[in-house]
């Protein structure tokens, strides 16, 4: 089977690539979404930057791309292909696969974004080998994707995953969702900069927040402490209703390394009595694991996982 084009749609930028026999992901680039502009412009740049990857794809390989990926934020029909809503797009039922389909009559296969990283990361990255993985990036936002046996539980509508609005702390501030205590609103990169901004002599960015840690700061300690706590609690229970492997760290806060990982295994540990706490693990795709995943899709969708070197889990695991 030949090549398929993959493009990670995210709020700024459209991050895509060809996708080879070999699983090698090629001429990755990245396009700004013109989101400004609204969502049909949004629609229709991704157009452009997947018919880009094509006409690239047949001038440099000889051959058509076989199939497409698409992953974008937000809730995601990936039965019906739709982009359901999405916040930071503006758009709500965005028929993408017919959409798309119509337009470069090609297979097109609709994902969403933290599940298409959360795919690749278990079966190319850092949960390769394990039976289950759990991915949760923490950013802006914390997401989350539960992956076993290479494959991603989406939920009965499309919704699983959303481990950043278990309510840690009832008594907690308000998260953008209109609960409480949410661990995004505790532990995500946006919280530990609003806390620092609130009681800290300056702004300054969570990475930031990360360095002064390492230099000993007592408030940059004090809120990092807390927000490892929520984040470990967090994790407890998605730990207790699933039982992953593996839970693999990415998103912006996971490039404080140990600085965070350190502590967060140490409080995840110190949840547990009757079992011990899953393996820890950094991501190792970067902002690049949708892409990869998006790539991942396009190929399963034309029963091509067997010509790429992206085993399935089932084989790692034999």
């Known amino acids: 089977m030949g090549y398929v084009v993959a493009a990670d749609l995210g709020g700024t930028q459209i ?45 440099t390989t000889g051959e058509a791309p076989v199939a497409v990926g698409i992953v974008v934020p937000g809730l995601v029909d990936e039965d019906r292909g739709v982009g359901v809503h999405s916040t930071n797009l503006g758009w709500r039922d965005v ?25 690749a990361e278990a079966v190319l990255g850092a949960g390769r080998g394990a039976a289950s993985t759990l991915f949760v990036p923490l950013g802006t936002g914390i997401g989350s994707a539960y992956v076993t046996n290479g494959r991603v ?37 946006s919280a530990i900069e609003r806390r620092y901004a609130a009681i800290g002599p300056d702004r300054v960015t969570a990475e930031q927040v990360a360095a002064r840690v390492r230099d000993g700061q007592p408030t940059a300690i004090a809120i990092w402490t807390d927000a490892v706590a929520a984040l470990a609690t967090g994790l407890a229970i998605a730990t207790l209703l699933l039982d992953p492997a593996v839970v693999v760290v990415g998103g912006g806060l996971s490039r404080a390394g140990e600085t965070l990982l350190g502590p967060l295994r140490t409080a995840l540990a110190d949840r547990f009595t009757f079992r011990d706490a899953p393996e820890i693990r950094t991501a190792a795709l970067g902002e690049w694991a949708g892409c990869h995943g998006a790539g991942l899709l396009a190929a399963r969708s034309a029963q ?9 889990i089932e084989g790692d695991a034999a």
């Open 15 to 59: 991050k895509s690539g060809l996708v080879a026999p070999d699983g090698t992901l090629t001429r990755a680039t990245s396009t700004p979404t013109g989101r400004v502009h609204g969502w049909r412009v949004v629609v229709e740049t991704l157009v452009a930057v997947v018919e880009t990857q094509l006409v690239d794809a047949a001038a």
């Open 95 to 119: 028929m993408l696969r017919e959409l798309l389909g119509e337009r470069l009559g090609l297979p097109v296969v609709v994902g969403q974004d933290v599940r298409a990283g959360g795919l």
């Open 153 to 189: 539980d989406g939920g009965a509508s499309w919704r699983a995953g959303e481990v950043g609005h278990i309510v840690v702390n009832p008594a907690g501030p308000q998260c953008a969702c209109g609960q409480r205590g949410c661990l995004e609103a505790l532990a995500s990169a």
């Open 304 to 312: 091509a996982v067997h010509r790429i070197t992206v085993p399935s």
